[in-house]
């Protein structure tokens, strides 16, 4: 088992949309996190949750964090990618609009 790389593609044409390699942190963090999530949204875009912080993956070396309070447990993502849920240790769900 490995987490090297992260490809996304169209189910319906098979073309690829975003094909990037993970450093070799991101994919020792990948392996063994906790809750760890990896979610895409429509379009291609894609939403990772690691070691509690919620971040978009892109094709760029670096990996975009997303403003946020406290450490995330969970969360989920509306089919048109624009809302965002999270929950965290003190139990309040936060819901936001995102615009990637």
Not at 37 to 59: F, K, N, P, S, Y
Not at 89 to 99: D, G, I
């Amino acid at each position: 088992m490995s987490f090297r790389e992260l490809i996304v593609w169209r189910t319906t044409t098979d073309a690829v949309v975003m094909r990037r390699e993970f450093s070799g942190q991101e994919s020792f963090d990948g392996l063994g996190a906790t809750g760890m999530r990896l979610v895409c949204a429509d379009e291609g875009r894609v939403l990772w949750l690691r070691r509690g912080r919620l971040a978009e993956v892109t094709d760029s070396p670096e990996i975009r964090h997303l403003e946020q309070a406290g450490r995330y447990d969970d969360f989920a993502v509306h089919p048109d990618g624009d809302l965002l849920a999270a929950v965290g240790s003190t139990e309040l769900v936060r819901v936001w609009h995102w615009s990637g």
